[in-house]
């Protein structure tokens, strides 16, 4: 049972290069693969391809990017309630409190992002923020994530999500509701567990820059990612997917933006993942220093660094010009989950603070 949720999670590796249109050379086998696969694993596809299209566009872009957005000095002041003064005075979270975080975070992390599009950049919208249940989700054709031509789309997804959940209910009524959970709900979780994990931690590292919208490049941006070693399974089941994730923000396949005016769909940029590694030594010598990798430890120390080391961010230079500023990780204790798109724990969060007093509402 332990082996089975890897496989799984390979499978999920060619849905995402589906999604990528590096799958196939032909666009309608992608999107059929990519549908099938996606929808098995009740993952709405063109949904997801829609925000993951952004987050490669925008990748640590502070105002922009969907995916692992980290607070500044005052939010993240903020969601602990202390004034940024006392964040110099502030010690980590003790093990068992970082443990059960991440437990929190991998296990039910990938779900609640597809319904609340958690750890997203206020400004990743291209519609105004909605303040109705799943208004912001990956399930609303109509909602705050889409434009209004992609809405038949969301919902082609959501039929997916709901013919699989036909699916689901027939096979427990045949072979039992026990069955069904033991061979595709614990599964489903292990696969959650390693999306996020994977994920979480390429983009995730003590030395990872991020970049406000002033100072953000595409190609700042792209490198501002990490490579990781994921020994057999890495190489060998999930197609070295975290081995060599640089390289996959460099040349991202087939992403397109409409509404800010960027596209990136020639053929010279698809570089699937079986040609990844060949790709990255290629191009390393190119990048110099901005060439991140830690393949030194297995994930979890990794992971554990992750979560522990990067919190929040704060500039590293404030006197630069904005156009020159990089914002690095800081350490300190986990703040409360995000509950729904900017609501930390039970409360919204005000998006500044000043002279130590805070706002909840």
Not at 78 to 104: G, H, N
Not at 288 to 299: L, N, T, V
Not at 304 to 318: D, L, M
Request: aromatic share 14%; with cysteine.
């Amino acid at each position: 049972m332990y082996s089975y949720p890897r496989m799984l999670s390979a499978t999920q590796v060619i849905a995402h290069e589906c999604g990528h249109s590096a799958f196939s050379p032909s666009d309608m086998l992608n999107h059929t693969v990519g549908f099938i696969l996606h929808s098995s694993m009740l993952t709405p596809y063109f949904s997801w391809r829609s925000t993951h299209r952004r987050h490669h566009i925008y990748a640590n872009n502070l105002s922009k990017d969907h995916n692992y957005v980290p607070p500044r000095r005052d939010e993240y002041a903020l969601s602990l309630r202390v004034t940024v003064k006392d964040l110099e005075e502030m010690v980590e979270d003790a093990p068992i409190v970082t443990c059960f975080r991440i437990m929190t975070q991998q296990l039910l992390g990938f779900p609640w992002y597809l319904a609340n599009n958690i750890t997203a950049a206020e400004d990743s919208l291209p519609k105004p923020k909605s303040s109705i249940p799943l208004g912001n989700s990956h399930f609303a054709p109509w909602g705050s994530l889409f434009r209004k031509d992609e809405a038949l789309l969301i919902l082609m997804s959501d039929i997916g999500l709901a013919a699989m959940a036909y699916v689901l209910y027939m096979a427990g009524s045949y072979f039992g509701s026990t069955n069904v959970a033991l061979l595709y709900l614990q599964p489903y979780f292990w696969v959650n567990h390693w999306i996020v994990c994977i994920t979480y931690m390429q983009h995730t590292h003590p030395d990872l820059p991020k970049f406000e919208n002033d100072a953000w490049t595409f190609l700042k941006g792209a490198t501002a990612t990490v490579d990781r070693k994921f020994d057999w399974f890495g190489k060998h089941l999930i197609h070295n997917i975290v081995d060599f994730h640089v390289i996959h923000h460099l040349f991202p396949l087939a992403m397109k933006d409409m509404g800010a005016g960027l596209e990136l769909t020639s053929f010279s940029r698809k570089i699937p993942f079986y040609h990844a590694e060949e790709a990255t030594r290629a191009i390393q010598p190119l990048l110099g220093k901005s060439y991140h990798e830690d393949k030194q430890r297995m994930f979890l120390p990794g992971l554990w660094e992750s979560f522990t080391k990067c919190q929040w961010v704060e500039t590293e230079n404030p006197n630069a010009a904005p156009k020159d500023r990089v914002m690095k990780y800081r350490a300190g204790p986990s703040p409360p989950p995000e509950t729904a798109m900017g609501i930390k724990g039970l409360f919204r969060q005000a998006r500044s603070v000043s002279s130590g007093i805070y706002a909840k509402w």
